[in-house]
């Protein structure tokens, strides 16, 4: 599942600066500042996921990212 190979700090710093980025660049929404965002070099599946995450439509997310499985029960919080 190509959501696992997500670096989560690098994503929460990307979502973290979104709203700024959007208002830096004069962007009434989010989204419209993300399809902006350039892709680079070491962080570039965290904005993909970014970018797809404010431009696309919930069953295109959940395809491209989660192969298509509606029923993550389990994948991020695993029981001991």
Avoid: V
């Avoid at 660049?25 to 070491?42: C, D, F, S, V, W």
């Avoid at 797809?52 to 001991?80: A, H, P, Q």
Wanted: proline share 2%.
């Amino acid at each position: 599942m190509k959501i696992m190979d997500l670096d989560e700090n690098k994503l929460t710093q990307i979502l973290l600066m979104a709203p700024i980025l959007a208002n830096n660049e004069n962007h009434q929404l989010i989204k419209t500042a993300m399809k902006e965002y350039r892709i680079t070099p070491g962080n570039s599946l965290e904005i993909e996921f970014a970018k797809d995450l404010f431009g696309l439509t919930t069953d295109e997310i959940i395809i491209k990212w989660y192969d298509g499985n509606f029923d993550i029960t389990g994948l991020f919080f695993k029981s001991n």
